[in-house]
């Protein structure tokens, strides 16, 4: 797998700040309840749990992009279905895993950019651009 932590989790206080990472990992496990799934603090561990079981299941042999595609339609018929949310963020997880992209890494190096741009107003169907720089 590609994945190493590119950014641990803030100290926020010494021992206060240990124990509400053990207090959010209590409330992430109660959530997923008793599936024996690693209920990790943060998005590096669902994509670690997830590339592990995919490269152990030879999940990876799928094509993602077509799989996010079908993912995003079925997000558009049920725009706060929080399931297909889930299921465009694991299949882009999928895709990144299989074609050698730390999505992390990246995510962090264009939100980057993103933070330095100047935004337009919002087009007809909603969508805000950028309106300094090129397409980056």
Request: glycine content about 10%.
């Amino acid at each position: 797998m590609i994945l190493r932590r590119v950014n641990q989790p803030a100290d926020h206080g010494g021992r206060n700040g240990e124990m509400n990472m053990q207090n959010q990992k209590a409330k992430n496990e109660a959530l997923i309840g008793g599936s024996g799934l690693n209920a990790g603090l943060g998005v590096f561990d669902l994509q670690h749990e997830l590339c592990g079981w995919a490269h152990d299941s030879n999940v990876l042999r799928a094509n993602h992009l077509a799989k996010i595609r079908d993912e995003l339609a079925e997000l558009e018929a049920a725009p706060n279905d929080r399931m297909e949310m889930a299921d465009v963020l694991l299949a882009l997880m999928l895709h990144a895993e299989q074609n050698g992209v730390d999505l992390l890494l990246v995510g962090w190096q264009k939100l980057a950019i993103i933070k330095g741009r100047t935004y337009g107003d919002p087009d007809e169907r909603g969508v805000i651009r950028h309106i300094d720089t090129p397409n980056v």
